[in-house]
C-alpha cells in the first residue's frame, strides 16, 4: 500500500539520505516560528487605509495639477475649516484628529510588535525539516484525556492552556481526595513529556469536590 | 506556511504605527503648548504654509508621487495577504537530453495523503506543496481523532510518508510543516 510513490520515479534505488542532525534549538526554533501569527487581519485593515488615503490624495492632487479638479472630496470646504477659528491646532477637531491617529499608530505599532497568539502549539521535534504543531483543542483533548485516566477523578471541568502554563481543573466525588491532585499532575506531566508542547509548561491541578 | 506575508506584516505594520503614532502625538503635543500657547491657537492652515506650497513648483508633484507610491505599496501588501505560493507542479531531473517529465502537484499530494490516511487514529490528511520547484515544502493538514497517539503518527510521518516523497522528488529534504487537528472519532473508520 506503501509503495506508490516508488512509481513516480524511474529509478528509486536511491532512498533519502538521513537527515543531518539538526534537531535541539534550531528545530525548536523552526517549530515555533512556523506556527507564529501571521497578523492578517491587521495588515488587511491598515493596507486598506493606506491605499484609499493614498488613492484619495493622489487622485486629488494629479487632477487638480493637470488642471481638473475631480473634488471627491470639498476640499475648499476643508481648506476654509483648517484655516479658520474651528482649524486650530488647540480646538476639539484637531485635538480630536489627532488622538486618533496616534490612537491608530498605537494599535498599529502594538500588533506589529506583539507576537500574537498562534492558534496551534507548536511540538518539540528532532529536526527543523519536520515541524508539527496541535490546534489547542487537540492539545488540552490530551491533557483532558491523561487527567480522566486518574483513578478518582470523575470529570474534567477546563482545561486552561497558556504561554507556559496548563490549568486542569478536575472533579472527584471523594470526600478526601488525598494524593489525587498529585497524581493528577503526575499522569498530565507524563502525556506532556510524550507531546512536548513548546515552550515547556508547568502543570496546575485543581480537584473540586463534588456531590455526587 | 508563507512566512513571507507574515514577516511584511509585521514590519509594515510596526513602521506605520510609528508614523501615525508620531504624527499624531507631535499634533497633540503642539495643541497642547509644548511649542508654546502662540502656536497651539494656530489655525492648522496659516498663510505662510499656503504660500510655500505655492511658491514650490516640487510641492505638489511630490506629494502626489509619496501618494501614488503609498498606494502602490497598500496594494502589494494587500496582494501578499492572498499569496499562497502554492506549487502547481514539479519537472524531475531529466536523465536524457530531450526527456523530461512532469508531476502535477495534484498527483504528488495524493500518494502522500492516502498513505496518512493508512495510519491508525487519522481521519483524513491534506497535503499541500508550497515553495518553488527547487525548494519545495510539503504542508499537511491532519485530523486525528483520540485514538491516534501523536508520538507514532509524528514518528511514520518523519520516517516513513516524507523521506518517501523526498525520494520520489529526488529531493535531499523536503521541509514539511504539519497541522494537527483533532476531530471527533469517526466510527465507520474502525471497521475495515
Not at chain 1, 501571521?38 to 487638480?64: C, D, K, M, N, Y
Not at chain 2, 510518508?161 to 529526488?170: F, G, I, Q, S, Y
Request: glycine content about 10%.
Amino acid at each position: 500500500m506503501t509503495t506508490h510513490a516508488g512509481h513516480l520515479r524511474r529509478s528509486s534505488a536511491r532512498t533519502a539520505p538521513a537527515k543531518p542532525a539538526a534537531g535541539g534549538r534550531a528545530a525548536d526554533r523552526a517549530a515555533l516560528r512556523a506556527f507564529r501569527s501571521r497578523r492578517v487581519w491587521p495588515a488587511l485593515v491598515a493596507a486598506v487605509l493606506l491605499v484609499v488615503a493614498g488613492a484619495l490624495t493622489a487622485i486629488e492632487v494629479i487632477s487638480a495639477l493637470v488642471g481638473s479638479p475631480m473634488k471627491l472630496i470639498d476640499y475648499p470646504r476643508v481648506t476654509r475649516w483648517a484655516a479658520g477659528g474651528g482649524g486650530a491646532w488647540n480646538a476639539w477637531g484637531p485635538l480630536a484628529i489627532a488622538s486618533a491617529l496616534a490612537l491608530l499608530g498605537l494599535i498599529f505599532l502594538f500588533a506589529g510588535l506583539v507576537p500574537g497568539r498562534s492558534r496551534l502549539v507548536p511540538l518539540r521535534g528532532d529536526s527543523r525539516d519536520l515541524v508539527l504543531g496541535v490546534t489547542r483543542r487537540g492539545f488540552t483533548g490530551a491533557v483532558s484525556a491523561a487527567a480522566m485516566e486518574t483513578d478518582g477523578v470523575t470529570g474534567v471541568r477546563k482545561v486552561k492552556l497558556r504561554r507556559h502554563k496548563v490549568v486542569v481543573r478536575a472533579e472527584t466525588g471523594m470526600r478526601s481526595p488525598g494524593d489525587l491532585e498529585e497524581r493528577v499532575r503526575e499522569a498530565v506531566e507524563r502525556s506532556l513529556e510524550r507531546l512536548g508542547p513548546l515552550p515547556d509548561r508547568d502543570v496546575k491541578v485543581r480537584i473540586a469536590h463534588r456531590e455526587g | 506556511m508563507d512566512r513571507r506575508a507574515a514577516r511584511l506584516n509585521r514590519i509594515a505594520l510596526t513602521v506605520l504605527g510609528l508614523v501615525l503614532l508620531g504624527a499624531g502625538g507631535a499634533a497633540l503635543a503642539r495643541a497642547l503648548g509644548a511649542w508654546g500657547g502662540g502656536r497651539a491657537s494656530e489655525p492648522l492652515l496659516t498663510g505662510q504654509v499656503r504660500r510655500f506650497a505655492a511658491d514650490q513648483g516640487w510641492f505638489w508633484p511630490l506629494l502626489a508621487a509619496i501618494a501614488v507610491v503609498l498606494t502602490l505599496f497598500g496594494l502589494y501588501w494587500l496582494v501578499a495577504q492572498g499569496r499562497s505560493h502554492r506549487l502547481p507542479g514539479l519537472n524531475l531531473a531529466p536523465d536524457d537530453a530531450d526527456g523530461k517529465t512532469r508531476l502535477s502537484a495534484g498527483a504528488i499530494t495524493n500518494v502522500v495523503q492516502d498513505e496518512i490516511e493508512e495510519y491508525p487514529g487519522v481521519n483524513g490528511a491534506r497535503a499541500r506543496l508550497m515553495g518553488t520547484a527547487d525548494r519545495p515544502r510539503l504542508r499537511l493538514n491532519v485530523s486525528y481523532s483520540h485514538r491516534a497517539d501523536l508520538a507514532a503518527l509524528r514518528t511514520r510521518i518523519g520516517e516513513e510518508a516524507v523521506p518517501r516523497l523526498c525520494a520520489a522528488l529526488e529531493h535531499d529534504s523536503l521541509p514539511t510543516v504539519v497541522r494537527l487537528r483533532l476531530v471527533p472519532a469517526k466510527e465507520s473508520r474502525t471497521v475495515v
